[in-house]
């Protein structure tokens, strides 16, 4: 992985368009304007200015960014040639069609999951690939709390001319020219813990406390890790661990997922987990606990 470098003036990121300003799309935009980047929110309805507050907790302290968002209609916004995504993963392609984005535009996709954007761009439009391990959560409306800023990575393929820039002012932002393992690792966190507390109704640490869930969770984990290592025999295949590194670490959390089916929305198990079994279905491969646990969250979803 590499990190960038912070010697001499770098160059202006420049006018981003955001899909998808909701708690981390809406923390991207404040790093973004904070690197000086123009951004402006893409989303149906008249143009206006939204005004949120973004509450940072910190160690010692808490501090408060006041931040301004202009939002237009994708008609309004004229050619796009940096487009950051971070919308649900289920309004990706629907969304995407009615952009203008320019025949070279570069889009990054920071969203949970795999595959939302495969085959959606045109052969000169790059696709760089984000993952992110921050944490927000929304504590009114318009007050978003950052609870955590932790590792981003962007990457997949040559480091872009404006990402040192940026990564002067997103905390702990890094390139790596291979982003696939620091994807499927979050991959195999994902599809182990979102599920299974959006389907038991439980904050994450419930998953290592009650012991009919710790044995769900590891099995979910298995699957995942013999698929992963089918595609690529340097796999380690020992996610245990980690796995249980980020349930510790976010204990009282609520997961996205969780949170999706508490709002009545559509979740994003068909890019982590649904993923996965269309990976497991190339390779001739079966994984009851994955199909299981799709068909569980699909029946908690809006009909």
């Not at 995407?96 to 000169?124: C, E, F, I, W």
């Not at 690792?185 to 979102?194: M, P, S, T």
């Not at 710790?214 to 796999?235: F, K, N, P």
Request: aromatic fraction near 4%.
């Amino acid at each position: 992985m590499q990190h960038s470098g912070h010697t001499g003036a770098h160059e202006t990121p420049g006018r981003w368009h955001i899909l998808g300003a909701g708690r981390i799309g809406t923390l991207a935009a404040c790093y973004l304007q904070r690197a000086g980047a123009e951004t402006i929110v893409v989303r149906p309805g008249p143009a206006h200015t939204r005004r949120v507050s973004l509450v940072f907790d910190r160690e010692t302290t808490s501090a408060t960014k006041k931040l301004e968002l202009t939002v237009k209609p994708a008609t309004d916004c004229g050619p796009i040639t940096l487009l950051l995504v971070a919308c649900k993963t289920p309004y990706t392609e629907a969304a995407l069609a009615r952009l203008p984005l320019t025949d070279s535009a570069t889009v990054v996709r920071l969203q949970n999951g795999l595959g939302s954007l495969d085959s959606r761009l045109k052969p000169g439009q790059r696709l760089i690939e984000g993952v992110t391990a921050s944490a927000v959560m929304s504590q009114t409306e318009d007050t978003l709390r950052v609870v955590a800023e932790n590792a981003t990575t962007f990457g997949g393929g040559p480091r872009p001319t404006w990402f040192d820039g940026l990564a002067e002012h997103w905390p702990g932002l890094a390139w790596a020219a291979d982003i696939r393992p620091v994807q499927w690792r979050k991959l195999v966190v994902n599809a182990a813990l979102n599920p299974l507390t959006a389907i038991h109704d439980v904050p994450n640490g419930a998953l290592l406390e009650r012991p009919d869930l710790r044995a769900e969770m590891t099995t979910l984990i298995d699957e995942a890790d013999t698929v992963l290592a089918r595609l690529d025999q340097s796999w380690p295949a020992n996610s245990h661990a980690s796995v249980a590194d980020v349930v510790r670490a976010t204990a009282g959390n609520t997961s996205s997922m969780r949170a999706d089916i508490h709002a009545g929305a559509i979740t994003e198990i068909a890019a982590i987990n649904g993923w996965l079994l269309q990976r497991a279905e190339e390779l001739g491969l079966d994984l009851p606990a994955h199909r299981r646990i799709v068909a569980r969250v699909h029946a908690l979803e809006p009909k």
